[in-house]
């Protein structure tokens, strides 16, 4: 039970591929032809691998504050490309407004992620304990899935 791929040639010169599984991460492949020779090669390492991808919730104007002050630190201590995802379901629309003139003044990318609490499970009255169901149970579908780590700091850890 061997996941990886074997490669072999037909007969007339084209690339046979095995799969022995279907599960795993998806890989695009490309085929070039180079002096009647194809030659099969992934895709993967066109990934933007350089950037590092932070995730945080801010619940109220103090937390606002604590994530800009965090954003900063996180920039002034990071030389690589930063981009932040934030859940948009607790920003107020005065924060809504500075993240793109944070963005262009640290030189980093914000973008804000929406998830709505799922009908078919307990709905939850404490904003708390939405926060943390928000942080903890849909990591998996809050980001696009070609990102391959998120790394998740709390507003109020600078």
Do not use: C
């Not at 695009?28 to 009647?36: A, N, T, Y």
């Not at 900063?72 to 930063?82: E, I, P, Q, V, Y």
């Amino acid at each position: 039970a061997n996941d990886r791929s074997v490669r072999r040639r037909a007969r007339d010169g084209s690339v046979l591929i095995d799969v022995s599984s279907f599960t795993g991460r998806e890989v695009s492949l490309r085929v070039e032809e180079r002096g009647g020779r194809s030659t099969l090669t992934s895709t993967e390492e066109a990934l933007d691998t350089d950037v590092i991808h932070v995730f945080s919730v801010a619940s109220g104007h103090m937390y606002e504050r604590l994530l800009r002050t965090m954003m900063l630190s996180a920039r002034r201590n990071t030389s690589g490309k930063l981009k932040f995802w934030l859940l948009g379901n607790f920003l107020s629309p005065r924060m809504r407004d500075l993240l793109p003139i944070m963005a262009n003044a640290f030189g980093i990318d914000v973008e804000t992620v929406t998830y709505n609490w799922p009908p078919w499970l307990h709905r939850q009255t404490d904003k708390i304990r939405i926060i943390w169901g928000y942080k903890i149970l849909f990591l998996d579908v809050l980001f696009p899935q070609d990102i391959q780590k998120v790394i998740f700091i709390d507003a109020d850890q600078v």
